[in-house]
């Protein structure tokens, strides 16, 4: 059960949390893989295995999720390369409900992504997320992802939470972990991220299939 009487901040992952994780598989599997295939004159699969290797060797960094970086590891525009494909930009089921019943209970709403700030204003230009939101905090301002201990630390300079009374909803396991041994007292993760792919399994943190278990205004929410 999720006690909202304990409750005073909500910390809120974007992309596999708010916004569908759909985009973002279709363009670094899918998009990318093709247009660096054009480009290096090689297989779809060549090319597909080749950006998931550098992808791999990234993963956990602050480069994993900066489109510059990417941009010239690959010689590709990245940033304009999403905007090609940012027709799949979508919200996940009831998120603009829960994050307006958050509002109505006096539930701090701060969005914290390791989002590239292109790729964050892009998301946000085509959502209007921001107007659902008290404050967005983006990992390469404190130039550190969210799996590192400095990043809970600045953002906690900056947004002056208290531990015990925070909620972090995030579809990463390692994000999770992090914040867990940061202090965090409230944590969930996301059963289907990408609306796509099969739902996680995971044994380590409760799992959240639908933003209408959890509305503050329901006293039987449930997780």
């Avoid at 901040?9 to 295939?37: E, I, N, Q, S």
Wanted: proline share 3%; glycine share 2%; charged share 20%.
């Amino acid at each position: 059960m999720l006690n909202w009487n304990k409750i005073d901040t909500v910390l809120l992952d974007m992309d596999g949390t708010l916004l569908d994780l759909h985009f973002d598989t279709y363009f670094w599997l899918t998009y990318v893989p093709k247009k660096f295939a054009e480009k290096n004159n090689l297989s779809q699969e060549e090319a597909y295995q080749e950006i998931l290797a550098r992808v791999k060797a990234q993963q956990g960094t602050l480069n994993f999720y900066c489109l510059d970086f990417w941009s010239a590891d690959l010689q590709m525009d990245i940033a304009a390369l999403k905007i090609d494909v940012s027709h799949k930009i979508a919200y996940r089921p009831q998120v603009t409900e829960f994050l307006q019943q958050l509002k109505v209970h006096n539930k701090r709403r701060v969005i914290v992504t390791n989002a590239h700030r292109n790729s964050l204003n892009l998301k946000l230009k085509k959502t209007g997320l921001n107007n659902h939101v008290d404050a967005i905090f983006c990992s390469h301002d404190f130039c550190c992802p969210k799996e590192e201990h400095g990043f809970w630390v600045d953002l906690q300079q900056q947004e002056s939470f208290q531990l015990e009374s925070t909620l972090l909803i995030d579809d990463s396991l390692p994000v999770l972990r992090s914040a867990r041994d940061f202090g965090i007292a409230h944590l969930l993760t996301i059963s289907q991220p990408d609306s796509q792919q099969p739902a996680q399994e995971n044994n380590e943190f409760q799992t959240l299939k639908s933003f209408t278990d959890i509305l503050p205004g329901n006293h039987k929410n449930h997780v």
